[in-house]
């Protein structure tokens, strides 16, 4: 039974808290605030968009806030085990593209999952989110979940967003030997969501997600939605796309395919830290000239 996930949550999740070391016996009462690790993945590529996989540590520099940073651990992942969540629309407004965005959405699911090793869920949006098929590695299933939709009511897209990454995308764990992802498939309209466009990325940012968007306006202009949907990708790290038929769907299968499978790891200790709770920017460079980074844009400190 598919269960509606109502989203009259507790919409401010609690901050996250940073650890705190005891005080030595017969000290003074102080609270040590321990530096947390900021872990990355991200890819690289060249000015025509192929992917370069064999470079070493010195050829990055990360910033946070724009303050250099030493990188504390730096490997290539090129196989990390998938955790995607699927988020389709169905809201009345896609009703003429319904069946291009199933089409879509079965495409990419039976094109990346590898068997017993990459796990996805499926979320179905329109007046409310509801959760359809839960993390599982059956492609038929997840398949199946997604022909038996059907378009109708409102768009509540950042509900669906903020869920799935609040609830759905967290359950494995440590975020670094996952590659966290949702696809968002939609026109990117949104006008029923109890929570805001930004808190809907907020909450992604602190999943450590990554989103990549297809959009089924097929309009050839650039609309609202779009540059809804082009912010999200951009912020996480991710890719959008506006294909115009399912058979324009391929090349931007392979793409996020092969953008989940190659990336890049570090870690540092962002320095100075301050446990502020506020969004902090961070930028990776590659040191050679016209290599591209594509990096989630920042993350959010703990507070004491």
């Known amino acids: 039974m598919r269960a509606v996930l109502l989203l009259a949550l507790c919409l401010a999740a609690l901050p996250a808290q940073a650890p705190k070391r005891p005080a030595p016996s017969g000290s003074e009462d102080k609270i040590v605030v321990e530096v947390p690790r900021v872990p990355l993945l991200f890819t690289v590529t060249d000015k025509k968009g192929r992917f370069v996989t064999d470079l070493q540590e ?15 651990r730096f490997h ?3 196989d990390l085990p998938l955790r995607i969540g699927i988020l389709i629309d169905t809201s009345n407004s896609i009703r003429e593209r319904f069946r291009f965005e199933q089409e879509a959405a079965i495409e990419f699911v039976k094109g990346v999952l590898k068997e017993q090793k990459d796990k996805a869920f499926l979320v179905r949006f329109d007046t409310a989110a509801e959760l359809v ?3 599982t590695h059956d492609v038929e299933k ?3 979940g997604i022909r038996d939709q059907r378009p109708g009511g409102g768009t509540a897209l950042y509900d669906a967003v903020y869920y799935s990454c609040r609830d759905k995308l967290p359950e ?3 975020p670094e030997q996952f590659r966290r992802a949702l696809v968002l498939l939609s026109d990117g309209d949104d006008n029923l969501s109890r929570v805001s466009r930004e808190q809907a990325l907020e909450m992604c940012h602190k999943a450590e997600a990554t989103i990549f968007t297809i959009s089924t306006n097929r309009s050839g202009a650039q609309m609202d939605g ?4 082009k912010r999200y990708a951009e ?5 959008s796309f506006q294909p115009f038929q ?3 769907l391929g090349q931007s299968f392979e793409n996020i395919a092969n953008e989940l499978r190659h990336q890049y790891f570090l870690l540092y200790a962002p320095n100075p830290f301050v446990a502020d709770g506020r969004f902090h920017e961070v930028e990776v460079k590659a040191t050679a000239k016209d290599l591209r980074v594509r990096c989630r844009k920042g993350y959010y400190a703990p507070t004491i």
């Open 133 to 135: 098929v839960d993390f």
């Open 226 to 229: 779009d540059k809804v949907l």
């Open 58 to 72: 010195k050829e990055f520099k990360i910033f946070d806030n724009r303050k250099p940073q030493t990188i504390l």
């Open 142 to 144: 997840l398949a199946k």
């Open 235 to 239: 912020q996480t790290g991710g890719l």
């Open 172 to 174: 494995d764990s440590p």
């Open 246 to 248: 399912a058979s324009d």
């Open 76 to 78: 290539r992942e090129s």
